[in-house]
């Protein structure tokens, strides 16, 4: 589409994005299910919530207001009537590095230009290109997130403060090196127990939200016994006053490619994450365009009350979906039940230790990991198996926008190479049906057709030009390209390269059987016009044996010139 007709179709296309009555209708059955299910996954969200929070560098309070708000928002606004967002451990594992670097404002700022990024991308509909994200990608930078995560809790639960370092894993190494210093078992059995509990529990009552449990018994624990650990910290009561104080407009250059990671990120989460919540209900589609619509609403209004950028979290609208959830109320349920605690409960969180909340972080890197997947995907091929371990060690070794980036890259340049095997340069047999005994020993001795399977574009012609080079001892080359599936111009080009050098050891070149889409690249590129010319481009294949044989005759009989034959289109 041209520049001007996408401005002409912008009001519509903006027009569609908006929520509408229909969003709704469905509340009318289903609302009392809705509540409970808001409930239980408030439940659930809390202690993640200000995990994450914590995790990202902005503090428990920057998790919760995320939760809040963009819960809301994108349950109003997104394109799933299941999806539950808040901050998430991906976000974390991206947002860390951006504290370090440009501290609470950069990622204030970076949260803002991210949700302008998603909702030009809903504009321009780009939700439906998510879904060409190769699986083992998908699963190696999953299984990254999860262990990035658990490194990055390995300070709390030893109950080490101020480890910092350049990567996760260093902060881990410095927080260990320091733990076996001085050991103290309060932290470590803490975040052990509630972990356990977490996992242990969730197996044998999956709809118990143990990790609220477990969170609640440590704190109290704590209390009674006076332990020595690290607190979350007093909370301010209520939601911050919004602001943009942090938008500096010189930092914007430097903080641009951060966001275009944040908007990918939240984009790709949140897409994956609707895609599981229609498969775990009946009769639910999302529209991938709302979606990236709600979610750069949610993430354009976080940052001024202070929250951090944003997502569809998978296992919070799971949680949601099994325990009875059917429309957007359940989500918007959710964020009212958070925003309740944020008013009235802020002291009371302000006590739980930090130990507790690593113990729930890494039960749910547990949880993140699906074994039998990964190994499943690894044993498929070793494409996808070399796919998946590289996009999990850049993880894990350097951040997750250069991870996808890589396994994007390595599962193209390896798709491209299968696929430029799969192009095939065939002799073909002349079927003796077709010609008397005679001309058929005549075409095998003097006539050679080739048949151009598959695709034949920039991965594959080189191959193509040295193994057509090769032909040998004949007089006519027939090429039949009726089964070439892809043609570009590298294709046509080294086509055009094929042919002369054939013509100049003397053998006359045929085509046949050109399909009209890979005529209009030869013709536009010019490969090969004087053949056009010539009339030695033929519609099929025994139009082109017949003029090859006439040829043949003609050189036998010592005739200076042969007439060629009117191509046809």
Known sequence: MSAQALLRDLPGRSARLLPGRADWRIVRRSWGRDLV??????????PLALAF?????????????????????????????????????AMTVVLVPIVAKYGAEGVLLVGLLAGLILIAAAVARAGRFAAFLPTPVIEGFTAGIAVVIALQQVPAALGITGAHAGKVWRVAAEAAARFAAHPTAAAPVMAVAVAALMLVGGRWRPGVPFSLAGVAIATLVAEAARLDVARIGALPAGLPAPSLDFVDPGAITALLPSALA???????????????????????????????????????????????????????????????????????THAGVLAVIVLAAGGLVGRIPLAALAGVLLATTVRMVEVGSLAALARATRRDGAVLVLTFTVTVAFDLITAVAVGVAAAIVLALRDLARTARLRPVPLDAGDHTAEE?????????????????????????????????????????????????????????????????????????????????????????????????????????????????????????ALPVRPARS
């Open 262 to 332: 944040v908007a990918a990120l939240a984009a790709l989460e949140s897409l994956l994450c609707a895609t599981v919540a229609d498969a775990m209900s009946v009769g639910e589609k999302h529209d991938p365009d709302r979606e990236l619509f709600g979610q750069g609403v949610a993430n354009l209004a976080a940052p001024v009350l202070g929250g951090v950028p944003a997502t569809a979290a998978i296992a919070r609208t799971a949680v949601s979906v099994r325990a009875g959830a059917r429309s957007r109320l359940a989500a918007l």
């Open 53 to 89: 929070g914590i995790s990202s560098g902005l503090g428990a309070r920057a998790g919760l207001v995320t939760a809040v708000v963009a819960g809301a928002l994108a349950a109003i606004f997104g394109g799933s009537n299941l999806q539950v967002s808040g901050p998430t451990g």
């Open 440 to 560: 058929q020993a005549l075409l095998a001795e003097h006539i050679v057709a080739y048949r151009l399977d598959g695709p034949l574009f920039f991965a594959a012609a080189h191959r193509f030009l040295l193994e057509l080079s090769q032909i040998s001892d004949v007089r006519v080359v027939i090429l039949r390209m009726s089964r070439v599936t892809t043609l570009d111009a590298t294709g046509a080009s080294v086509l055009g390269d094929a042919v002369t050098r054939l013509e100049q050891r003397g053998i006359l070149v045929l085509l046949s059987g050109i399909d009209p889409a890979h005529d209009q690249v030869l013709t536009t590129l010019r490969t090969a016009e004087h053949l056009r010319r010539d009339g030695l481009v033929f519609p099929d294949t025994p139009a082109a044996i017949a003029h090859a044989r006439a040829h043949v005759h003609a050189a036998d009989a010592g005739l200076s």
């Open 37 to 46: 299910a808001g409930l239980i996954v408030a439940v659930v969200a809390l």
